[in-house]
């Protein structure tokens, strides 16, 4: 593990260091991105963020058309609000058994393996929690205390046997919040899209889940800016050069709300029913899928820095970015060999 220290002046006092932007030179929409003159790019807000993808070696608009009409069908699968959605018919099954698709089948499987890999300390079932805290609705609300303590008992991922794609619930208070790896696999699927559709040099973005799809048309690295939170999206500590990599980060900057001079914010702890505080800021994560690096960068926010760290460090191919409270920055093995500008 390697460490060092950021420090920074601005108006507020010191700066925080996490998340991520495309640096670089700007294009006619969003932040820039250091690639080809004339980049093909296309935005919408899907998902319940801003969805980018951007192609360098294509001037096919139908494959955007193509993307997002992708993302608009998981959409419909993933939600837990759209009430045509798939995740939002689970939840409100009315038998203990129902039968997923193919996709669904697949995210389950994902997010029970960080459920185990955590020891629940990220666990999909987080609904009832996640909803009562309801970070999504722009007001800066604590819920009753006598509502989370009521909600507690009803988080637990034992309570998911997941068999093919046969889904049993061994509660009927149990209910499923994809939203900490959905996008993640939507990225990956819109990849396998766009190599299909014969596209080599890509970025897409989630709402800051960066999924890049080889490198540059040049042969050189997509640069890729880590973000300092409550800073403009183009003010970055260190900027990443990657090829075909997914870059994700978790953090307390996003979803949250402030009250009394506390951070509240998204990351929720499944035994105590309220947001982390374990001393992080944020955790980024490298990985080949990107649905890893979504599962991982808020699995090991939840673990914490040592437990965190650790898992990083188990796994083949995970390259792993703490921040703590102090502003220290803590790096997994070989993190550090992917930085270009510090």
Same mark, same amino acid.
Request: hydrophobic share 35%; net charge negative.
């Given at each position: 593990?390697?460490?060092?220290?950021?420090?920074?002046?601005?108006?507020?006092?010191?700066?925080?260091? #996490?998340?991520?932007?495309?640096?670089?030179?700007?294009?006619?929409?969003?932040?820039?991105?250091?690639?080809?003159?004339?980049?093909?790019?296309?935005?919408?807000?899907?998902?319940?963020?801003?969805?980018?993808?951007?192609?360098?070696?294509?001037?096919?608009?139908?494959?955007?058309?193509?993307?997002?009409?992708?993302? *608009?069908?998981?959409?419909?699968?993933?939600?837990?609000?759209?009430?045509?959605?798939?995740?939002?018919?689970?939840?409100?099954?009315?038998?203990?058994?129902?039968?997923?698709?193919?996709?669904?089948?697949?995210?389950?499987?994902?997010?029970?393996?960080?459920?185990? *890999?955590?020891?629940?300390?990220?666990?999909?079932?987080?609904?009832?929690?996640?909803?009562?805290?309801?970070?999504?609705?722009?007001?800066?609300?604590?819920?009753?205390?006598?509502?989370?303590?009521?909600?507690?008992?009803?988080?637990?991922?034992?309570?998911?046997?997941?068999?093919?794609?046969?889904?049993?619930?061994?509660?009927?208070?149990?209910?499923?919040?994809?939203?900490?790896?959905?996008?993640?696999?939507?990225?990956?699927?819109?990849?396998?899209?766009?190599?299909?559709?014969?596209?080599? #040099? =890509?970025?897409?973005?989630?709402?800051?889940?960066?999924?890049?799809?080889?490198?540059?048309?040049?042969?050189?690295?997509?640069?890729?800016?880590?973000? *300092?939170?409550?800073?403009?999206?183009?003010?970055?500590?260190?900027?990443?050069?990657? *090829?075909?990599?997914?870059?994700?980060?978790?953090?307390?900057?996003?979803?949250?709300?402030?009250?009394?001079?506390?951070?509240?914010?998204?990351?929720?702890?499944?035994?105590?029913?309220?947001?982390?505080?374990?001393?992080?800021?944020?955790?980024?994560?490298?990985?080949?899928?990107?649905?890893?690096?979504?599962?991982? !960068?808020?699995?090991?926010?939840?673990?914490?820095?040592?437990?965190?760290?650790?898992?990083?460090?188990?796994?083949?191919?995970?390259? =792993?970015?703490?921040?703590?409270?102090?502003?220290?920055?803590?790096? !997994?093995?070989?993190?550090?060999?992917?930085?270009?500008?510090?």
């Amino acid at each position: 593990m390697n460490k060092k220290t950021i420090f920074g002046l601005c108006a507020a006092g010191l700066l925080f260091v #996490s998340g991520m932007t495309l640096s670089g030179c700007g294009t006619s929409s969003g932040p820039g991105l250091l690639t080809q003159e004339t980049p093909l790019s296309r935005s919408d807000f899907l998902l319940n963020t801003f969805v980018t993808i951007t192609l360098y070696d294509s001037d096919d608009s139908s494959i955007l058309d193509d993307s997002m009409a992708l993302c *608009k069908e998981y959409e419909n699968i993933f939600s837990k609000t759209l009430e045509t959605s798939e995740l939002y018919k689970i939840n409100h099954r009315t038998s203990d058994t129902v039968t997923v698709s193919d996709d669904m089948a697949a995210l389950l499987a994902k997010g029970l393996e960080y459920c185990e *890999k955590s020891d629940g300390a990220f666990d999909i079932t987080i609904e009832p929690l996640s909803s009562l805290w309801n970070f999504t609705s722009g007001e800066a609300v604590i819920p009753d205390e006598a509502d989370i303590e009521a909600d507690i008992p009803k988080v637990d991922y034992h309570n998911l046997v997941l068999s093919g794609n046969t889904l049993t619930f061994l509660s009927p208070d149990t209910t499923i919040d994809l939203g900490s790896i959905a996008k993640g696999y939507i990225a990956d699927r819109i990849k396998e899209q766009l190599l299909e559709a014969g596209v080599e #040099s =890509a970025i897409i973005n989630l709402g800051g889940n960066v999924l890049c799809v080889g490198e540059k048309p040049d042969g050189s690295k997509f640069n890729i800016g880590l973000q *300092k939170p409550f800073a403009d999206r183009d003010e970055t500590f260190e900027v990443l050069g990657i *090829k075909d990599l997914s870059v994700v980060t978790s953090g307390v900057y996003e979803r949250h709300f402030e009250i009394d001079g506390k951070n509240y914010h998204h990351i929720l702890n499944p035994a105590t029913g309220y947001p982390y505080d374990n001393g992080l800021i944020s955790v980024t994560i490298l990985s080949e899928e990107s649905v890893d690096g979504d599962g991982l !960068s808020t699995t090991c926010f939840s673990l914490g820095l040592e437990k965190g760290l650790e898992l990083a460090n188990s796994l083949d191919g995970i390259y =792993a970015c703490f921040i703590d409270e102090d502003y220290n920055v803590y790096y !997994s093995d070989g993190m550090e060999d992917f930085i270009i500008k510090q």
